[in-house]
């Protein structure tokens, strides 16, 4: 029988019989039943009842409480291990301080003991009124809770997520502060990083917007056609440049497709950003995209559906696993192929050295190269890649094949 239907059997027995000795004595006494030989029997057996039964209730209640208190011992226990715990009095004077604390601020605990919260401040929030009526509402017996910016001893800034909970006496005083917290120093830091990183990506995108754009839209074109005007055919075939001014222009073309490709992506750095689509013929747009790069003979494209994508954006994006797959490629006759591996997947397979998804997880982060890599880069081209399908809703999946990659996406 478990504890809990053990007791309760024993509080019904234990008011059963007492409520019967009770009332028998009652009913005695007004002469309501008349006394008989028998009833120092009854009464002495309503009392062997009464006492196992009561003394069982007792003793249940008593282990009860006992697996009550030593829970919330446990998990005070848990809280305490495994949070920064500082309790404070009501004037903010240090009463007790785990190890978690001192070891986040830098002291020992015979350090801190007596001393005023103030101490781990800023000197510029100490004398703010916002440090007053920070006290003043814990006083008031209001919990605050937030993210803090607290100093080391060794004056280094630490960050604090917790809150502060005022504990009041009988009469309703504030009397002491639990500060229960955590160290987000960490998460604070990388927030932080990633804020910059955001804010110089803004101001990469608006100068290349606003200089490529001038360059390649407009200086080089306007040179190019000028050129043409004051050279005739007779002098080009002549100073034999006809195949150096159609790699200029070629280049040029070329060019201005990436550019669409930039604009489009640092187009998402906007506010509410939304990623413009148009249906268009996978295949088309990338035999278009290709055909006057140095690899377009080495690039097989076969038949791919009509979908919804950003032309310039996802044409950069394969392009980006084109060239990745020929640059790392020690084969004679290198080449990438692109079809459809199913209804859902289109693949992109090379015959180069090879790489598992673990690789390419590894090697699309910027800046990550393989140990003993030959070639320059930067890991920048499959970045690139892996954030224009994100945009597009797809996903993507790596392979390593016996000889050369396999990356799905999947489009559907």
């Not at 062997?48 to 006992?66: E, L, Q």
């Not at 290709?290 to 032309?311: C, F, G, M, R, S």
């Not at 970045?383 to 000889?403: D, R, T, Y």
């Amino acid at each position: 029988m478990n504890l809990k239907r053990r007791t309760k059997l024993a509080f019904m027995l234990g008011i059963i019989t007492g409520s019967t000795f009770v009332l028998s004595q009652i009913f005695m006494y007004f002469d309501i039943i008349h006394f008989t030989y028998n009833m120092p029997l009854f009464n002495i057996m309503l009392f062997i009842f009464y006492v196992p039964s009561s003394a069982i209730f007792v003793w249940d209640m008593y282990i009860k409480y006992k697996d009550e208190n030593q829970k919330i011992n446990d998990k005070l226990k848990a809280i305490n291990n495994s949070n920064i715990v500082v309790v404070y009095d009501s004037k903010g004077n240090i009463v007790k301080a785990n190890n978690n604390f001192c070891k986040a601020v830098g002291y020992e605990q015979e350090e801190i003991i007596g001393l005023h919260h103030m101490l781990f401040v800023p000197n510029d929030a100490v004398k703010s009124k916002e440090y007053r009526e920070f006290w003043k509402a814990l006083r008031s017996g209001n919990n605050i809770k937030d993210k803090f910016k607290r100093v080391r001893k060794s004056g280094d800034i630490v960050w604090f997520y917790g809150s502060y909970n005022p504990i009041k006496s009988g009469t309703g005083a504030v009397y002491q502060v639990i500060n229960v917290a955590s160290d987000v120093t960490g998460e604070h830091n990388a927030q932080l990083e990633l804020r910059n990183k955001n804010t110089y990506l803004e101001h990469a995108a608006k100068i290349l917007r606003h200089d490529m754009h001038s360059g390649i839209n407009t200086y080089i074109p306007r040179g190019i056609r000028s050129l043409e005007r004051r050279i005739s055919q007779e002098q080009i075939k002549e100073l034999k440049i006809e195949t150096s001014l159609r790699l200029i222009k070629d280049g040029l073309d070329h060019a201005q497709r990436v550019y669409r490709g930039v604009f489009e992506f640092t187009n998402l750095v906007k506010k509410n950003a939304v990623l413009e689509k148009g249906e268009h013929d996978l295949a088309d747009i990338l035999k278009d995209y290709l055909k006057k790069t140095a690899y377009a003979d080495q690039t097989l494209i076969e038949d791919l559906p009509i979908i919804l994508v950003n032309e310039a954006l996802f044409c950069t994006g394969i392009d980006n696993l084109i060239r990745n797959g020929l640059k790392y490629n020690d084969s004679k006759t290198k080449f990438v192929k692109i079809e459809m591996f199913d209804e859902k997947h289109l693949s992109i397979i090379d015959n180069g050295r090879g790489m598992s998804q673990k690789d390419f997880d590894e090697l699309s982060q910027p800046y990550q190269r393989k140990e003993g890599q030959k070639e320059k880069g930067t890991g920048l081209g499959l970045n690139i890649s892996v954030a224009i399908f994100k945009e597009h809703g797809f996903q993507m999946s790596v392979k390593k094949l016996g000889e050369g990659t396999m990356i799905k996406v999947k489009i559907r």
